[in-house]
């Protein structure tokens, strides 16, 4: 390995530099950049670095590995700063974590990272990661093949929205609203490719997401939860259904499990993953509070949670409040839609609703009216509303929510740009 002074010194060109506050602490990263790289690498501190980027001859090099842990996300506006310095300069950043938070993830990779590789490394980890620089569009469209539908290009730095859907209160419609939420986004677009939509059904006893699209439960799921330390992006393609071309499915397992079945780790991987891959992640949540709705929301941009005109929902919001606000945790990304909302004339229920929202302290964000029997002959079908019932008022403000984000995401990126 060479030092920081041969990096400015050694006439040998390095072709790319570790980034880290001990690279000592990633001693796997050391053998696998001599491996790959043999002496043509160098390694910096995150202050060296930062200065580092902001010198043109920085530009000579491949890409940087920022190698990082929980003790750094204290540092994350200086590491933030140095990824964009990197990217001005023509550097590629490949992110190296170890147990670091999704929401710290998002966030560094949100300023144009090209890969995220857990640590320990699996693997041939790092070699793969460093293919992918080299040809990102072309692996990424062959990835997609199969499992996720037809073959089109990722955008660069993909980095999927994720969109978990739970019920206040049982019954309240979450998984309808998660599998028509699903499949209008995969259908967003008008003109152009659509966005590539994956739906996770994390219900792990009775999850209907299966049923409601006719589905089979494939073993392969059971064997994808089970493993998810060695899941590689073929594993979990292999447990992914194809819904009509266009929509890609994680099905419940054919079992019932326990839900700590998957521990928050095994989440993280799996969200990882499928954020890597796709657009969207849409999740239909079970309505019981897990060891592991913790990672689901911190790594969630927006937080559905379904209810019904009723004091269960009420007393339940409250309670959720307080749990959420009680371990400081984000309880302002939950978005509140109301399922079977009153009819515009009644005046009263609309009044209800008002003081509901004021008690709470809480946003009715959608009001979604009651769909009525084809809601439910959809979901015996296993046919989306977008395709049964195409004019129902149900799928219709469903439809407008899908566009919404769309459009939200879009500017987002657009202004990321």
Same mark, same amino acid.
Request: hydrophobic share 45%; aromatic share 6%; net charge negative.
């Given at each position: 390995?060479?030092?920081?002074?041969?990096?400015?010194?050694?006439?040998?060109?390095?072709?790319?530099?570790?980034?880290?506050?001990?690279?000592?602490?990633?001693?796997?990263?050391?053998?696998?950049?001599?491996?790959?790289?043999?002496?043509?690498?160098?390694?910096?501190?995150?202050?060296?670095?930062?200065?580092?980027?902001?010198?043109?001859?920085?530009?000579?090099?491949?890409?940087?590995?920022?190698?990082?842990?929980?003790?750094?996300?204290?540092?994350?506006?200086?590491?933030?700063?140095?990824?964009?310095?990197?990217?001005?300069?023509?550097?590629?950043?490949?992110?190296?974590?170890?147990?670091?938070s999704?929401?710290a993830?998002?966030?560094?990779?949100?300023?144009?990272?090209?890969?995220?590789?857990?640590?320990?490394?699996?693997?041939?980890?790092?070699?793969?990661?460093?293919?992918?620089?080299?040809?990102?569009?072309?692996v990424?469209?062959?990835?997609?093949?199969?499992?996720?539908?037809?073959?089109?290009?990722?955008?660069?730095?993909?980095?999927?929205?994720?969109?978990?859907?739970?019920?206040?209160?049982?019954?309240?419609?979450?998984?309808?609203?998660?599998?028509?939420?699903a499949?209008?986004?995969?259908?967003?677009?008008?003109?152009?490719?659509?966005?590539?939509?994956?739906?996770?059904?994390?219900?792990?006893?009775?999850?209907?997401?299966?049923?409601?699209?006719?589905?089979?439960r494939?073993?392969?799921?059971?064997?994808?939860?089970?493993?998810?330390?060695?899941?590689?992006?073929?594993?979990?393609?292999?447990?992914l259904?194809?819904?009509?071309?266009?929509?890609?499915?994680?099905?419940?397992?054919?079992?019932?499990?326990? !839900? #700590?079945?998957?521990? +928050? /780790?095994?989440?993280? &991987? %799996?969200? @990882?993953?499928? $954020? =890597?891959?796709?657009?969207?992640?849409?999740?239909?949540?079970?309505?019981?509070?897990?060891?592991?709705?913790?990672?689901?929301?911190?790594?969630?941009?927006?937080?559905?949670?379904?209810?019904? !005109? #009723?004091?269960?929902? +009420? /007393?339940?919001?409250? &309670? %959720?409040? @307080?749990?959420? $606000? =009680?371990?400081?945790?984000?309880?302002?990304?939950l978005?509140?839609?109301?399922?079977?909302?009153?009819?515009?004339?009644?005046?009263?229920?609309?009044?209800?609703?008002?003081?509901?929202?004021?008690?709470?302290?809480?946003?009715?964000?959608?009001?979604f009216?009651?769909?009525?029997?084809?809601?439910?002959?959809?979901?015996?079908?296993?046919?989306?509303?977008?395709?049964?019932?195409?004019?129902?008022?149900?799928?219709?403000?469903?439809?407008?929510?899908?566009?919404?984000?769309?459009a939200?995401?879009?500017?987002?990126?657009?202004?990321?740009?």
């Open positions: 390995m060479t030092s920081e002074t041969a990096l400015h010194t050694d006439p040998a060109p390095l072709v790319a530099c570790t980034v880290s506050r001990d690279v000592q602490n990633f001693d796997l990263l050391i053998e696998d950049m001599e491996s790959e790289l043999g002496e043509s690498w160098g390694d910096l501190s995150f202050e060296d670095a930062r200065q580092f980027f902001r010198q043109p001859e920085s530009g000579g090099l491949k890409f940087v590995a920022i190698a990082l842990d929980q003790e750094d996300e204290g540092l994350l506006a200086m590491i933030a700063d140095m990824i964009k310095s990197a990217k001005i300069q023509g550097v590629k950043v490949i992110l190296i974590a170890d147990e670091v999704p929401m993830l998002h966030q560094l990779l949100q300023l144009g990272a090209e890969d995220f590789i857990p640590y320990p490394l699996p693997e041939n980890a790092l070699h793969d990661a460093i293919l992918r620089l080299d040809a990102p569009r072309k990424a469209a062959v990835d997609f093949i199969d499992a996720t539908g037809p073959a089109t290009s990722a955008p660069k730095g993909a980095n999927g929205i994720v969109l978990p859907v739970q019920s206040v209160a049982g019954g309240a419609g979450a998984t309808t609203i998660a599998v028509n939420l499949w209008e986004l995969a259908n967003v677009e008008k003109k152009g490719p659509q966005p590539r939509v994956l739906l996770m059904d994390f219900n792990l006893q009775y999850g209907s997401v299966s049923t409601y699209l006719d589905l089979p494939r073993e392969a799921v059971y064997e994808l939860l089970s493993s998810t330390d060695i899941m590689d992006d073929d594993a979990f393609k292999g447990a259904m194809n819904f009509n071309d266009k929509l890609s499915v994680l099905t419940a397992p054919p079992e019932i499990l326990p !839900l #700590d079945f998957i521990e +928050a /780790q095994d989440v993280e &991987r %799996l969200l @990882t993953k499928a $954020r =890597a891959l796709f657009d969207y992640v849409v999740i239909d949540m079970p309505t019981v509070l897990v060891s592991w709705t913790e990672t689901v929301l911190n790594t969630a941009d927006f937080y559905f949670a379904p209810f019904e !005109l #009723d004091l269960r929902s +009420a /007393q339940n919001i409250l &309670r %959720l409040r @307080t749990a959420l $606000r =009680a371990e400081e945790l984000p309880f302002e990304k978005r509140f839609l109301l399922n079977r909302a009153p009819k515009g004339m009644d005046l009263s229920a609309k009044a209800r609703t008002k003081r509901m929202a004021e008690n709470l302290e809480i946003s009715v964000d959608v009001q009216p009651d769909g009525g029997r084809p809601v439910r002959d959809s979901c015996d079908q296993g046919l989306p509303l977008g395709i049964e019932a195409t004019k129902n008022p149900l799928r219709k403000e469903i439809q407008k929510l899908a566009a919404s984000i769309h939200h995401q879009t500017e987002q990126l657009e202004a990321a740009e």
